[in-house]
């Protein structure tokens, strides 16, 4: 604290200054451990073990991460230029491309290959199609009760409801979009979306996790050789991991969402029929049917969004 007093003696110019001693330079107490070298977060780090301190360290983290703030989602793309990718490769490939462009399906958006895809093309197009409601503020609502609901379970699978740390950026986004409603454009929300984007695809990790942790009958037999737990930690939590139909399928189920998957093989023989495009993801009380389904496109390890015909 800075001494006001003016009759206290000054510090002389040419006195030495005081050695500064950093707490490394200190002697441990005999006896004493030396303390922890702070853990590593990486990749593998699952979600649910995280302490509050480092949750909030992976926050400041992200916030500083130029790459959060890029585009992750990319702008409209005609779908001619995946097919162009694949003319040297796979026929089948480009014959099911040429059936989607042939039924209307002309444009996607590519999404950033990062282990992340599934999880933001989900949260984008989720956030997109309120936006396109015909009601906003009643389909918010009804999407908002569906996480609400969510809570109890993911308290549950998750000590100190680490959950919370993420959830609030998709609440202030469906605030967001209730509040500017039309007068809110798509790429107005992108834009908000792609500052946060890391934050929504951890929360809907977790919900898929929650799901599967606490209602595994329907995914027990599609896990193999792992434990419930285990498997939701490093295939589901896991930061960076990849999705694939167990934790697809869980995320639906939780947010009671369909989801419309294109899938671009290079086993379709013969002519193209919509099976062998489509596949459908609707639980049994699905709370969406009245919007078009979240729609993306699928390729062997990567998500992409597709757009639905005009």
Known sequence: MTNMDPNAPSESEDAPAAPRIRSSDLPNVEGDPAPPAPREINEDTPLSSLSQAEIAALTEKMLNNPETRTKLIAEITPISELRAEYLDG?????????????????????AARDGNCFYRSVAFSYLDRLLHAPNIPATVARFR??????????????QDEIYKEFSEQLYTLMQLVEDFGAALTTEDLLDRLLEVSDYVSYYFRLIASAEIRNNPEPYRDFIFDQEIVAFCQSQVEAVD??????????LCNALRITLKLATLSSHVQG????????????????????????????????????????
């Open 241 to 250: 991991s990849e999705a694939d139909h167990i934790p697809m399928m869980a």
């Open 271 to 310: 002519s193209v029929q919509e099976v062998d495009v489509f596949t459908v993801i609707s639980p049994d009380d699905a709370m969406d049917r009245d919007l078009p389904p979240i729609l993306l496109l699928f390729r062997p390890g990567h998500y992409d969004i597709l757009l639905s015909p005009n």
């Open 90 to 110: 796979s026929q089948s490939v480009v014959r099911q491309i040429d059936w989607l462009q042939a039924h209307g399906y002309t444009q996607f958006r590519r």
């Open 145 to 158: 009760d569906v996480l609400a609901s969510k809570e109890f379970g993911l308290t549950l699978a998750f």
